[in-house]
């Protein structure tokens, strides 16, 4: 299944290299595409903006499935702004659409580090990340926080929130010791009279 993978990945590849690009006609592709990138946890993230592209371009053609797996997707590489760029290319009645707007929440609690409700949020919606393989792993490693916590002596308080260690407290002086002799000074000291 893997060379099958690679091999549509190759001619995605040729699709959008020239003016087909732009062609709806290869609209089917792309969508079948972007399907195989979720059922194979894979991740083409310029192949996925081209189907947001021809949506924007073709927008009696927009498929709400389709789109909610490229967001999906987008969220399992935070924390890259791919998020934000998919998100931006999707009109803004298509954000109000069920599964989208749903998505949109959970990729915004993800942004602003609010772990447990995105938690929570998707435990109830359970069915939006149905065929996206790797959805949750993905998550996990934006997640651990608590390792770049003991890794750059990051903080919690006592209201939750995260003290990013300041790098000002932490700056080590610095001896530097120049060996000159007087002679390599002396001929700079001359001409300076």
């Known amino acids: 299944m893997a060379t099958s993978f690679e091999q549509m990945r190759a001619n995605v590849g040729k699709l959008?290299?020239?003016?087909?690009?732009?062609?709806?006609?290869?609209?089917?592709?792309?969508?079948?595409y972007v399907e195989t990138q979720a059922r194979e946890n894979a991740y083409d993230l310029e192949a996925n903006l081209a189907v947001l592209k021809l949506y924007q371009f073709?927008?009696?053609?927009?498929?709400?499935?389709?789109?909610?797996?490229?967001?999906?997707?987008?969220?399992?590489n935070l924390p890259h702004t791919d998020f934000t760029l998919c998100k931006c290319m999707?009109?803004?009645?298509?954000q109000?659409?069920?599964?989208?707007?749903?998505?949109?929440?959970l990729g915004n609690l993800l942004e602003t580090c609010h772990?447990?409700?995105?938690?929570?949020?998707?435990?109830?919606?359970?069915?939006?990340?149905?065929?996206i393989?790797?959805?949750?792993?993905?998550?996990?490693?934006?997640?651990?926080v608590k390792v770049w916590m003991s890794k750059y002596g990051w903080t919690e308080g006592e209201d939750g929130q995260i003290f990013i260690f300041n790098q000002e407290?932490?700056?080590?002086?610095?001896?530097?010791?120049?060996?000159?002799?007087?002679?390599?000074?002396?001929?700079?000291?001359?001409?300076?009279?």
Do not use: C
């Not at 062609?23 to 792309?30: C, D, K, M, Q, R």
């Not at 393989?133 to 651990?144: C, H, I, L, M």
């Open 16 to 32: 959008l290299r020239g003016i087909d690009r732009y062609n709806p006609e290869n609209l089917a592709t792309l969508e079948r």
């Open 58 to 76: 073709n927008p009696a053609y927009f498929q709400t499935s389709v789109t909610s797996q490229i967001l999906l997707k987008a969220l399992t």
């Open 90 to 94: 999707i009109d803004q009645t298509h």
């Open 96 to 105: 109000e659409e069920r599964p989208i707007r749903q998505i949109l929440y």
């Open 115 to 131: 772990f447990q409700a995105f938690w929570a949020s998707l435990e109830e919606n359970r069915e939006l990340i149905d065929g």
């Open 133 to 144: 393989t790797g959805f949750e792993d993905s998550v996990r490693k934006y997640t651990q």
């Open 169 to 193: 407290e932490s700056v080590k002086p610095k001896n530097i010791v120049e060996k000159i002799d007087f002679e390599s000074v002396s001929s700079i000291m001359a001409t300076s009279q």
